[in-house]
Nanobody
Framework: QVQLAESGGGSVQAGGSLRLSCVAS????????VGWFRQAPGKEREGIAS????????YVHASVKGRFSISQDDAEDTRYLQMDGLKPEDTAMYYC??????????????????????WGQGTQVTVSS
């Protein structure tokens, strides 16, 4: 089964940008869905974006659409979350995760955290005003 590892978090000023990376390792003979999530202390885990391996169609949640985007480099088994115009409200632990849901559900955002079977360790994003 694939393993995932996030990186790229840090502390930035409001209005700044970060690009998070999610590197996959381990062999997989099938394509799968990769999602980005975030969770602030005391709050529920929130789905942010998703993409299907080998596919260019992306989903971005309305709460961050226009500021965040998801992309991938299949050759390097890496997915990215580009975050621009960061706000203090974006402060959270950010996770990537993998799911076996079909590409249609993945690229339409028709999923929740329970659909994702494999998770990275998380990377902290802190945005100050």
């Amino acid at each position: 089964q694939v393993q995932l590892a996030e990186s790229g978090g840090g502390s930035v000023q409001a209005g700044g940008s970060l690009r998070l990376s999610c590197v996959a390792s381990g062999y997989s003979s099938n394509n799968y869905c990769v999602g980005w999530f975030r969770q602030a202390p005391g709050k529920e885990r929130e789905g942010i974006a998703s993409i299907y391996t080998g596919n260019t169609i992306t989903y971005v949640h309305a709460s961050v659409k226009g500021r965040f985007s998801i992309s991938q480099d299949d050759a390097e088994d890496t997915r990215y979350l580009q975050m621009d115009g960061l706000k203090p409200e974006d402060t959270a632990m950010y996770y990537c995760a993998a799911s076996s849901i079909p590409w249609t559900s993945c690229t339409r955002g028709q999923w929740t955290a329970i659909n994702f079977r494999t998770w990275g360790q998380g990377t902290q994003v802190t945005v100050s005003s």
